[in-house]
């Protein structure tokens, strides 16, 4: 069974880092992309980042620059380093792995962005 653990999440001020890690346990195949997307309260889920199989990375406009993804092939990990942290982008990140025919969620980390 494909298990997502995150971690990495936490309280940082304005203008903060962190960084994101997401290990994934169990076998998974044909690994299309990896990536992140958040939560806040009272909106809808969005993609943050993705990086394909390829190594093509997307990111959401309003974290282009600030943030960048990795992965690690070997150990099916996906990171989120995230720098000069904004209020407004409180909220759970959750992991997220697709193949061709299945997509697994983590159970999310919360970063909060406050003075």
């Known amino acids: 069974q494909v298990q997502l653990v995150e971690s990495g999440g936490g309280l940082v001020q304005p203008g903060g880092s962190l960084r994101l890690s997401c290990a994934a346990s169990?076998?998974?195949?044909?690994?299309?992309?990896m990536g992140w997307y958040r939560q806040a309260p009272g909106s809808e889920r969005e993609l943050v980042a993705r990086?394909?199989?390829?190594?093509?990375?997307t990111y959401a406009d309003s974290v282009k620059g600030r943030f960048t993804i990795a992965r690690d092939h070997a150990e099916i990990t996906v990171y989120l380093t995230m720098n000069n942290l904004k209020p407004e982008e409180t909220a759970v990140y959750y992991c997220n792995v697709r193949t061709y025919v299945a997509a697994f969620w983590g159970k999310g980390t919360l970063v909060t962005v406050s003075s």
């Open positions: 990086i394909s199989n390829g190594g093509t990375t």
């Open positions: 169990g076998t998974i195949f044909n690994i299309n992309n």
